[in-house]
């Protein structure tokens, strides 16, 4: 195995590109290295991101946006006021990852890029509205977190792509998200559901929304069908019941031990009900 320290994207990004074999970007290694120790992948390439200048940095921009370096833990997340702030239901999801240990190494990059389609992160950063900065060969582009999933264990990056920076919108004023997630035990398990919920209010009524659901389909979805349940409304019953029927039929879920389609599917309703609410009081400035 070829490891590298290089300390840019540019060198990151060149040295993924002329690799032969398996690649693998080491973030904060709670995938890579349990799947390289249980032989489940063993990269040819393993290429160590945390070299490169400002990768632990939690920047909160001159418009209210935060960017955030790809090497910036769930654990460092959670310790930053600021950003728990303005995007609770983000750093909740990201905090809900794993135990103590994992939560100092983990990162909101890897647990996109790992591809799992329970990752916790991912549907709260959907709903959040947050981009990638990706580098490349040919220079950076901005993707959306949506559009990075393709499947189980597969993005769409290019070959020699790396993720160089995480930006978060601005939260701005009367909004608030939440991200629940049911899992059989009361932790340190993967989610059987999960459900990201950003939206704004003008007054009580709902004005922006964003609902994404893990866990029940590929990739992490984000229905349009919820977030016009809801805008227009002051999330009253019949609101939240159009929610949650939206929710229930955009899921596409496996059937396994640890949940049956019908289950996944009636959690995810009664949970995009329950991180409406949070969302909805949050943006109401009550603190959830
Ligand atoms: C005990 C345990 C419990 C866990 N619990 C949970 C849980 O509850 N919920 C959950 O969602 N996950 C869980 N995980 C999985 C894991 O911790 C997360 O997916 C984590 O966020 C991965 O981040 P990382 O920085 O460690 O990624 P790494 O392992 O370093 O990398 C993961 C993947 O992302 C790619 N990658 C990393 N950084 C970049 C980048 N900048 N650009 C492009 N590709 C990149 C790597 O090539 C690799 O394929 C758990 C893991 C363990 C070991």
Redesign the pocket.
């Known amino acids: 195995m070829e490891f590298h320290s290089p300390t840019s994207f540019a060198e990151a990004s060149a040295l993924a590109a002329k690799a032969t074999g398996i ?13 390289l120790r249980s032989d489940l992948v063993t990269p040819d390439t393993l290429i160590d ?1 945390k070299k490169i200048d400002g990768v632990g940095k939690i920047t909160c921009n001159a418009d209210g946006s935060w960017t955030l370096g ?2 910036v ?2 654990a460092e997340m959670s310790e930053h006021p600021e950003l728990g702030r303005d995007w609770p239901g983000l750093v909740e999801a ?1 905090d ?4 103590t ?2 939560q100092g ?12 389609p ?5 549907p709260a950063m959907v709903a959040a509205g947050v981009t990638m900065t ?1 580098t490349g060969e040919d220079g950076t582009r901005e993707v959306a977190v949506e559009d990075i999933p393709t499947g189980p264990g597969k ?1 769409s ?1 290019a070959k020699g ?4 920076a995480v930006n978060i919108p601005a939260r701005g004023d009367n909004g608030g998200d939440a991200y629940l997630r049911f ?1 059989p035990r009361t ?5 059987v559901v999960g459900v990201g919920v950003n939206l704004r209010l003008d007054g009580d009524t709902i004005t922006e929304a964003r609902v994404s659901l893990g866990a029940v389909a590929p990739t992490v979805l984000l229905v349009d069908a919820c977030a016009e349940a809801i805008i227009g409304s002051t999330l009253d019953d019949a609101a939240l019941d159009a929610l949650a029927a939206a929710a229930s039929a955009a899921c596409n879920p496996i059937d396994d031990k640890r949940g049956t389609i019908t289950f996944r599917t009636e959690v995810a309703g009664v949970l995009a009900k329950r991180a409406a609410k949070i969302a909805y009081a949050r943006a109401k400035g009550e603190d959830l």
């Not at 690649?23 to 799947?35: I, M, N, P, S």
């Not at 809900?96 to 135990?99: A, E, N, R, W």
């Not at 792509?161 to 160089?164: A, I, K, L, P």
């Open positions: 690649t693998r970007f080491l973030a904060g290694g709670t995938d890579v290295l349990v799947q991101i790809v090497a833990t769930g990201m809900l990852i794993g135990s240990q994992v190494r983990a990162t909101l990059a890897g647990n996109l890029c790992n591809g799992s329970a990752a916790d992160s991912v990706v993005t990056l792509e790396v993720v160089s899992i932790e340190m398990d993967i989610a």
